[in-house]
């Protein structure tokens, strides 16, 4: 049972253009929600965070979107640069009782030139 | 990689022998935690700690054992090796902070089993 879905594997876009990765979610106690970037033989690093107070949250180039009432978030990355690309997860957990992330499958970001 | 240090990185075992994977962290977090990562499955927990002699199971913790004598010292024990048990494991820690699970990562331990 997939609580934190990732449906597009992958996703190819062009320098300058905007990025949008999405995330949906079944289990309705999660409450708290980040995305990872993964580079090829590195461990995955911490990008930006949501909690479900929040329907967005900025940082730079990137802005994650939560929608609690369709379990859906996104990451959006403008503009987007080559050094994007990696393999991005979402994970979501809830506050309350554990702190244990349950992570998405992961989208591969390709940003060409 | 924020003081944790993963041994060995990468490691070619055969089928039915025991294997020991190693986290080291010297960021004095109480939270340790053991991740595969496959294709088609994205990361997936196995086993994680909340102390010293403190661990638990994780949804995949299934041919694994955990043991944590030292708060910085977190290891993941394969007790016979099995090929679907071939793999990337991370390791990861956490202070938890209240209302930030964010959790930062080893760099990685590629596990073959042939």
């Known amino acids: 049972d997939q609580q934190v879905k990732q449906n597009s594997p992958s996703l190819s876009v062009q320098e300058g253009r905007i990025s949008i990765l999405n995330c949906d979610y079944t289990?309705?106690?999660?409450?708290?929600f980040l995305w990872y970037k993964k580079y090829p033989a590195e461990g995955p690093t911490f990008l930006i965070s949501?909690?479900?107070?929040?329907d967005k949250n900025e940082d730079g180039r990137f802005t994650v979107f939560l929608n609690k009432s369709a379990k859906h978030l996104s990451l959006h990355i403008v503009p987007s640069q080559p050094g994007d690309s990696a393999v991005y997860f979402c994970?979501?957990?809830?506050?309350?009782?554990?702190?244990?992330?349950?992570f998405g499958t992961g989208t591969r970001l390709q940003v060409f030139p | 990689d924020a003081g944790i240090t993963q041994s060995p990185r990468h490691k070619v075992t055969e089928t039915g022998t025991p294997v020991t994977l190693r986290c080291h962290q010297t960021e004095n977090h109480r939270y340790m935690y053991w991740y595969r990562q496959d294709p088609g499955h994205g990361l997936r927990l196995i086993h994680y700690s909340y102390g010293v002699k403190d661990t638990d199971k994780g949804e995949v913790s299934d041919g694994y054992s955990v043991s944590r004598s030292k708060t910085e010292d977190f290891l993941l024990t394969l007790e016979s090796a099995t090929s679907s048990q071939t793999s990337v494991y991370f390791c990861?820690?956490?202070?938890?902070?209240?209302?930030?699970?964010?959790?930062?990562f080893g760099a990685g331990s590629r596990l073959t089993v042939l």
């Open positions: 289990n309705s106690m999660f409450d708290y």
């Open positions: 990861a820690i956490s202070g938890r902070d209240p209302g930030a699970n964010v959790l930062t």
């Open positions: 949501i909690s479900s107070i929040k």
């Open positions: 994970a979501a957990s809830a506050l309350w009782g554990t702190d244990k992330l349950i």
